[in-house]
């Protein structure tokens, strides 16, 4: 089982940027993918980015030129988000993905104010 915990999230005017990061405790296999998901009240979570244990990253096309995924170390992972807008607004959760298992984090808030 793997706990993710995150942080960073909060208000910011449109324009503005935010950064979320999330840590990753617990037995993590070597090869595994980390990622940011965001879900808007009664809709879907949708993928933001994700990023392998290679270092490969994947962006929704909403956000690319925007954001970027990058990880620290094999437990750490960011999101850097530039240029927001208020579509951005939605709760944002870090999600595990290693063999059979997915873990999901707590969630962090973001709000983009016009």
């Known amino acids: 089982q793997v706990q993710l915990v995150e942080s960073g999230g909060g208000l910011v005017q449109a324009g503005g940027s935010l950064r979320l990061s999330c840590v990753a405790s617990?037995?993590?296999?070597?090869?595994?993918?980390m990622g940011w998901y965001r879900q808007l009240p009664g809709k879907q979570r949708e993928l933001v980015a994700s990023i392998t244990s290679s270092g490969s990253a994947n962006y929704a096309d909403s956000v690319k030129g925007r954001f970027t995924i990058s990880r620290d170390n094999a437990r750490t992972v960011h999101l850097q988000m530039n240029s927001l807008k208020p579509e951005d607004t939605a709760v944002y959760y870090c999600k595990y993905a290693g063999g059979l298992s997915n873990n999901w984090g707590q969630g962090t808030q973001v709000t983009v104010s016009s």
């Open positions: 617990g037995s993590m296999l070597r090869i595994n993918s």
